[in-house]
């Protein structure tokens, strides 16, 4: 049954091959979006399923044999529990809407069927991704996502920079994914030593005990690397905001609310590993922090709408390692389904601004437009809000729940707890400064642009609303112990993801760093306020006024040119070198050399056919001569 | 000095001369009636030999028949004279060569000890009887292979020759 | 009796006749009669051992031999025929155009 998940969108995929274009712009728009909306209703489905099979229910899928040889035995299997079940209505329900968001979006492009067919073929691969049972089938998946990130991000390949983009996205992951395979290689290769050959989840698991720490950390760690590329942390973070070259809602459904993801569904996968690590732990939880406050500085000063979202995203994304780290994965798994909703809905809004807006991405050219595009303006206002981290938006109970665990788990700490609240401060900020210069003021483009500016169709809005619900309500399945229902979210990962690290947790500990929470989201809101609604002459102020910083911050820290100068043009060098001697000299030389040579020799022997039959005659002759001289000499 | 041996070197080297004649002389039409006279010169040593089946055919069917295909295809061509004489150094391959050739076959054979005679056979050995014996019993399938030989080279020649 | 080996050695003289008519003669026609002379060779060496061994065999070899030649002659005359009217010429060095 769980291959129905799969097979829908595998059939848009080939539909949208073979008869995409024949059958025309009106079906693909159907059938791109129809196909998500079915494995939805599967996925829904299942998961009622599930969800009367008690707490440590699974749904399993045994499609085929995949690999069978020698002491290994890997199937192609699909595994329903808690946490695939939460991915899996998460890549569903979003990936549906924002397919129908894109039917909207793209109803102009030239090349309506092959956008169909890549995102299609995405939501193929993120299934495969959640839904398999063994780290090589999870493999397939994560490399999947990641050919179909390359082809989306670089979807207008006919400008060479969307194209280099994504080259970069796909070569950037390229070194994590070399990370992780040494991982899951070493898990294998350990775990076969002692006589366990696996490469399912359940039996790294069950098996882990084998593991002596040492194995365990520097899996785990390789593991990290991988998901570091994938999920854009330092360092290999670079790709994302080039990878806003893509379509909006590319970047909405890869970028924000799915592919981003995978690492983190890594390691809640992996959390046995990880919980057998706890200096491996300490490095995902540091690197998350950092990244969290190191992206959110980025965002501040950026003026493109969309570069501010990405490195919103790098920074979001670090506090979900950040709760990995300090041992709340169903925290992480927490935020990872909230960011979904706003992120994905902030992708889809600033879609339907730059749409409006005929094109222009730069928030210094926008304003004024929360007359003309009401609905817009309400949904990334909710949205705003909900990332921010205000009560009682989804953002506020996720994120609280992440700071909480930082600064009281065992595996926690206060350092980490000041980070993740300083990048707190900070994104409601950079968020609220892109609110009020997008929707506020007097508008600031040309007279043209000011002159088209419009609300988007329904298919385009519809989906905004949706995700505004759920970015409103989705925070309310994980409330604080306590309160109401509780964290029924945690509960529900329970079984999966072991039960939630209470510590040593008094009440006022909880309330009090809630408060906290609070005042810096509201702190940041205020000086958004104050920069931009109230007193707009004071942000080129403060700009002056630290100018070395400013640039720098604007630069992204140069990250990009340090990595050029170094990895980048080494890599450059040896290639060429590879190229100009191994490939000319050496492989071509030979190949080359062999048909030259045999040329050669042809032009030698060929001239023994000189046509003239006397000439052959002579050659028997001499040749019976031979032979005969032979018998007379025996 | 039996007459059979005189008979011999008469024959023999008449055949020589003529075979000679053959390679070297200008005039096509004569280099075709000296190998006539080479023929005969066979025939004549096929009849020393006790073949007189062999010996009649010869005259029939190469002599008179190939050689006159020959004449006929000579006088067709209107062949003249060779008009470019061989250049000397392709004369002189052609006779060392030859010449090598010759002399190490004579050699050989005049040298080595060659295989016991075998017993007088029976009475008719060489006559038309004894082949047709040997043909239509032991070899009759050859023989009958080149009945289709034939056919194949009369269509043959027909479909090459003719006017296109 | 005549020698074995002297009859041996005329087929092997008459046949190196033949061969360097084959080599030498510019002619086509001429190039063609001696090779029915080196056939000539061959059918008197088949004779002589037919006889020196009591057997019939080589005097049936001789007859196919016959049969064969007559039959190459035809065909191989007719090839010439129909070269020359390509090329007006019976000089085989100007048939070369197997040439590489």
């Not at chain 1, 059958?23 to 009367?52: E, Y």
């Not at chain 1, 609110?435 to 600031?444: A, N, Y």
């Not at chain 1, 306020?529 to 070395?548: D, K, M, T």
């Not at chain 2, 010169?41 to 190939?66: D, E, K, S, W």
């Amino acid at each position: 049954m769980l291959r129905w998940i799969l097979i829908f969108p595998l059939l848009g995929v080939f539909f949208h091959t073979f008869l995409g274009y024949r059958l025309g712009r009106r079906a693909v728009s159907i059938v791109g979006p129809a196909v998500v909306g079915l494995s939805f209703l599967v996925t829904v489905g299942v998961v009622i399923r599930l969800f009367q099979l008690g707490p440590d229910g699974a749904l399993v899928d045994r499609m085929f044999p995949w690999i069978v040889a020698g002491r290994v035995d890997v199937w192609a299997t699909l595994r329903l529990d808690a946490l695939s079940a939460v991915m899996t209505l998460i890549v569903t329900g979003v990936g549906f809407l924002i397919h129908v968001y894109s039917a909207g979006y793209m109803a102009r492009d030239e090349d309506y069927a092959r956008y169909f067919l890549y995102l299609n073929l995405f939501m193929l691969s993120m299934l495969i991704l959640v839904l398999a049972d063994s780290i090589l089938l999870f493999f397939v998946g994560w490399e999947g996502v990641g050919l179909c990130s390359y082809l989306l991000i670089g979807f207008w390949y006919s400008e060479d920079q969307n194209a280099a983009a994504g080259k970069k996205a796909f070569i950037v992951n390229r070194i994590g994914d070399a990370g992780f395979l040494l991982g899951f290689m070493l898990l294998f290769w350990t775990l076969g030593r002692e006589g366990v050959w696996t490469l399912d989840f359940a039996g790294f698991r069950e098996h882990a005990n084998l593991l002596t720490p040492g194995v365990a950390t520097a899996a785990a760690l390789l593991l990290f690397v991988g998901a570091t590329g994938k999920s854009a942390q330092i360092p290999l973070y670079v790709w994302l905001p080039d990878a806003m070259a893509g379509p909006t809602p590319v970047s909405a459904l890869i970028h924000a609310a799915t592919m981003v993801t995978a690492g983190v569904y890594m390691i809640a996968r992996m959390h046995f590993l990880y919980d057998l690590a706890p200096a491996a732990l300490a490095v995902v939880a540091s690197i998350g922090a950092a990244t969290a406050v190191f992206a959110a500085t980025i965002g501040l000063v950026q003026n493109d709408l969309k570069k501010v979202l990405a490195y919103s995203t790098v920074s979001q994304l670090g506090y979900m390692f950040l709760a990995m780290g300090v041992g709340a994965y169903a925290s992480g798994i927490f935020h990872l389904m909230t960011h979904a909703f706003f992120k994905g809905l902030l992708f889809l809004g600033a879609g339907s601004v730059i749409h409006g807006m005929s094109g222009e991405q730069d928030i210094r050219k926008m304003g004024g437009l929360r007359e003309k595009m009401p609905t817009t303006f309400l949904t990334f206002a909710i949205a705003c809000a909900a990332i921010a981290g205000v009560p009682p938006f989804s953002g506020f109970f996720s994120k609280d729940a992440i700071l909480f665990q930082a600064f009281a788990s065992e595996h926690g700490h206060p350092v980490l707890w000041a980070m993740g609240l300083a990048g707190a401060v900070l994104t409601a900020f950079y968020m609220f400064r892109l609110l009020f210069l997008t929707f506020f003021g007097q508008t600031r483009a040309d007279h043209h642009t000011a002159g088209h500016v419009h609300e988007s169709p329904p298919s385009m809005t519809v989906p905004l609303m949706v995700l505004a619900a759920l970015s409103v309500a989705g925070g309310w399945v994980g409330l604080p112990a306590g309160w109401l229902w509780g964290d029924r979210f945690a509960e529900f990962l329970a079984p999966v993801l072991g039960e939630p690290h209470h510590g040593h947790h008094e009440l006022a500990l909880e309330y009090g760093l809630m408060a906290v929470s609070i005042v810096a989201a509201g702190t940041g809101i205020a000086i958004a306020y104050l920069f931009y609604f109230h007193s707009p002459e004071l942000p080129a102020r403060v700009a002056a006024s630290f100018r070395r910083g400013y640039q720098l911050l604007l630069e992204k820290y140069r990250v990009d040119e340090l990595y050029d100068a170094t990895v980048v043009r080494w890599t450059f060098g040896l290639a060429n070198f590879f190229w100009k001697l191994v490939d000319v000299a050496v492989i071509d030389g030979t190949v080359n050399g062999v048909a030259m040579f045999i040329r050669q020799q042809s032009r030698t022997w060929r001239l023994l056919q000189t046509g003239n039959v006397q000439n052959y005659a002579l050659t028997f002759m001499l040749g019976a001569i031979v032979v005969v001289a032979f018998f007379l000499l025996r | 000095m039996t007459g059979e041996t005189i008979l011999f070197l008469v024959v023999a080297a008449l055949a020589v001369v003529s075979s000679l004649a053959v390679i070297l002389h200008p005039n096509p039409v004569y280099c075709a009636l000296s190998l006539v006279i080479a023929l005969f010169q066979v025939a004549a040593l096929f009849l020393l030999l006790g073949a007189h089946m062999i010996a009649f055919l010869q005259v029939i069917v190469y002599a008179g028949a190939i050689m006159v295909l020959f004449l006929f295809v000579i006088m067709l061509l209107n062949v003249q004279r060779d008009v470019e004489p061989t250049p000397a150094g392709s004369r002189a391959v052609a006779g060392i060569a030859a010449g090598v050739l010759g002399a190490e076959l004579a050699g050989f054979f005049l040298t080595r000890p060659l295989p016991a005679a075998a017993a007088p056979g029976p009475e008719d050995f060489g006559s038309v009887l004894a082949l047709a014996r040997a043909l239509f019993t032991e070899h009759a399938f050859s023989f009958e292979l080149t009945s289709v030989l034939l056919l194949v080279a009369i269509v043959g020649s027909v479909v090459i020759a003719r006017r296109a | 009796m005549v020698p074995l080996s002297w009859i041996l050695a005329l087929a092997g003289i008459l046949f190196a006749i033949g061969g360097a008519g084959v080599l030498l003669r510019r002619n086509v026609i001429v190039m063609f009669m001696s090779i029915e002379l080196m056939l000539n060779a061959a059918n008197v060496a088949f004779v002589a051992i037919s006889r020196h061994l009591q057997s019939m065999d080589g005097q049936v070899m001789v007859f196919f031999v016959m049969t064969v030649a007559a039959a190459e002659a035809a065909v191989g005359l007719a090839i010439i025929l129909a070269a020359f009217r390509n090329k007006l010429t019976v000089n085989p060095s100007d048939l070369n155009l197997l040439k590489w």
